[in-house]
């Protein structure tokens, strides 16, 4: 039930956005938007992306959260590219509307993936929370990236976090996520069909349809979860 229903006694308060789904967009509504700038994380020449995330609506205000790598770009024995180190982060940004995110023009322009996803306010509250704790965390960028602070938000929220399904491991049947963010964003979408934006499930269907993922995206998801499972042997 809409909760404005109120200030709209001549709609049906079941009727969300008057029935026009397509061309309104409710300003109030809570959402989770995931964001990944495909051009971004460059390591080895090549882009494997770089996600963040904007939760909240255009009522109560957007909150920006990103893990950018380490703060400390020198390496020592404790804060290197192996083992990780302090993370830089952005969790304080604000923006009261999701146009005047989008009129950043720092911030918006190298987003050109999002993942608009309907939430309510106790998702949102839990997504927020575990993203700016994921983010202030150890920062690595196979175990602890950019990437996982949208993904340990989304499950706060009770949403798939990027799962690909991989069979024929050693120990069966396993879920994994992407490292790249480039391919993690598929999956997203892919996986929380349900949840996506009425507006961006209708201007992207030729794009959300099932498809079976390419020899490159099963080993490049395969060497991930052996990375992410090192004790396991293959005989």
């Known amino acids: 039930m809409d909760p404005l229903a109120e200030k709209y006694y001549d709609i049906s308060p079941y009727a969300q956005l008057g029935c026009n789904p397509i061309n309104i967009i409710d300003s ?10 495909p ?13 963040a995330v904007l939760i909240g609506n255009d009522k109560t205000g957007w909150r920006y959260i990103s893990k950018n790598g380490r703060e400390n770009e020198n390496s020592n024995v404790k804060d290197n590219p192996i083992v990780g180190g302090k993370p830089k982060v952005d969790k304080d940004k604000k923006f ?14 190298t987003y050109s993936q999002r993942v608009r996803l309907k939430t309510d306010s106790d998702q949102d509250k839990a997504a927020e929370n575990a993203a700016i704790e994921s983010a202030v965390s150890r920062y690595h960028g196979i175990f602890a990236n950019c990437a996982d602070i949208v993904s340990d938000a989304l499950v706060a929220a009770g949403l798939d976090p990027g799962y690909v399904t991989i069979y024929g491991t050693p120990t069966g049947i396993q879920r994994s996520i992407p490292t790249s963010p480039n391919e993690r964003i598929k999956y997203i979408k892919n996986n929380n069909k349900s949840s996506l934006y009425p507006a961006e499930e209708g201007n992207n269907n030729s794009q959300s349809q099932e498809k079976k993922p390419t ?3 099963i080993l490049s998801t395969l060497r991930d979860w052996l990375m992410r499972n090192p004790c396991i042997i293959v005989k």
């Open 28 to 37: 109030s509504g809570k959402d989770i938007i995931v964001l990944n700038a």
């Open 39 to 51: 051009k971004g994380g460059q390591f080895l020449g090549k882009s494997h992306g770089h996600m």
């Open 96 to 109: 009261k509307t999701y146009e005047e995110f989008d009129s950043d023009k720092e911030l918006s322009p």
């Open 215 to 217: 020899w490159a995206e």
